[in-house]
């Protein structure tokens, strides 16, 4: 397995603009996180999904951020619209269970809203 | 409410000096505990957990339940070993999500 596979590895766009950010988990995998890494906040869990149902948004900073998982391969982060301070390195992680698991993170996405 | 503290943003240590990374945690069940750790600029995977009792990289974590304490250690540091390191908290029954730590930045000097 090639591990969780996100795309685009690097997004830079201008304020305003829709940003859509791609997340494959491991296969066999019931459970989807999506983090968000900031050097003032560092690791904060946006969201996460088992079974492809969305568990906890808690973490959804506000209404611009919006997550969806229509099936177990594939999830995406949308972000609409984009601000200067959304800028960070976002991460999708998944796992068997969503508690008492080892967590398997992607390679995460970079992104900079100019 | 369940909590995972990490006293220290920054440890700076030199090589072959011994290294702890504190980790405190509040929770009234049964923990699971990780570490975590992130190199420049690559993914979070996993370094160690509780459960498996593991030594990774010359890493050790035993968990001191009267404490509720976590703490990473290495006798002998090495520069490799300068990372991220988070300290995460999981539920081993019930459904609560897993809870990170701030994440303290080791920095080993040559």
């Known amino acids: 397995d090639a591990g969780v596979i996100q795309s685009p590895r690097h997004e830079v766009t201008e304020m305003g603009q829709e940003v859509t950010l791609r997340c494959k988990p491991i296969?066999?995998?019931?459970?989807l996180f999506w983090y968000r890494q900031t050097m003032m906040r560092g690791l904060e869990l946006l969201i996460y999904?088992?079974?492809?149902?969305?568990?906890?948004d808690s973490g959804m900073p506000e209404d611009r951020f919006s997550a969806k998982m229509p099936n177990a391969s594939f999830s995406t982060l949308k972000i609409q619209p984009s601000e200067p301070r959304d800028s960070a390195v976002y991460f999708c992680?998944?796992?068997?269970?969503?508690?008492?698991?080892?967590?398997?993170f992607g390679p995460g996405t970079r992104l900079t809203v100019l | 409410a369940q909590r995972v503290t990490q006293p220290e943003k920054l440890l700076s240590v030199f090589k072959g000096a011994p290294v702890e990374l504190k980790c405190n945690y509040s929770?009234?069940?049964?923990?699971?505990l990780f570490w975590y750790v992130q190199y420049s600029r690559q993914r979070l995977q996993l370094l160690l957990r509780?459960?498996s009792r593991e030594s990774i990289k010359g890493f050790t974590a035993d968990l001191n339940k009267g404490e509720t304490s976590f703490h990473l250690k290495k006798p002998f540091a090495q520069e490799e070993d300068s990372a991220m390191y988070y300290c995460?908290?999981?539920?081993?029954?019930?459904?609560?999500?897993?809870?990170f730590g701030a994440g303290t930045r080791l920095f080993v000097k040559a």
């Open positions: 509780h459960i």
């Open positions: 929770y009234s069940g049964s923990p699971e």
């Open positions: 999904f088992n079974n492809n149902v969305p568990i906890d």
């Open positions: 995460a908290l999981s539920p081993l029954t019930g459904g609560f999500k897993t809870i």
């Open positions: 992680a998944s796992s068997y269970h969503y508690s008492g698991d080892t967590q398997y």
């Open positions: 296969s066999g995998h019931n459970s």
